[in-house]
Nanobody, 119 residues
Framework: QVQLVESGGGLVQPGGSLRLSCAASGNIFSIYAMGWYRQAPGKQRELVAA???????NYADSVKGRFTISRGDARNTVYLQMNSLKPEDTAVYYC?????????????WGQGTQVTVSS
């Protein structure tokens, strides 16, 4: 069984910073890509940033230059450094992993962590 556990959300003032962490555990053979999505109230879930096994990154235009995605040394962890936060960044942030277990390849989601940017 695969689990993705996120941490690091919270309340921050505009212009502030937060760092999200996500750790994947379980019977994992290989992780092809990990990423962060977010969903604000009344809106669809959207990609924020992703990183492949080869280290290629992809960012939403709205966060380029402010957010940085990176992987831990163990390669089963992913981080999202969020700087210069804006109120419009307020959302539930979800970790996602495209990975292979012993039986199949699939997408897995974390439970989500709330990020609120407000003064």
């Amino acid at each position: 069984q695969v689990q993705l556990v996120e941490s690091g959300g919270g309340l921050v003032q505009p212009g502030g910073s937060l760092r999200l962490s996500c750790a994947a555990s379980g019977n994992i053979f290989s992780i092809y890509a990990m990423g962060w999505y977010r969903q604000a109230p009344g809106k669809q879930r959207e990609l924020v940033a992703a990183i492949t096994r080869g280290g290629i990154t992809n960012y939403a235009d709205s966060v380029k230059g402010r957010f940085t995605i990176s992987r831990g040394d163990a390669r089963n962890t992913v981080y999202l450094q969020m700087n210069s936060l804006k109120p419009e960044d307020t959302a539930v942030y979800y970790c996602n992993a495209d990975l292979r277990t012993e039986y199949h390849q699939s997408n897995y989601w974390g439970q989500g962590t709330q990020v609120t940017v407000s003064s």
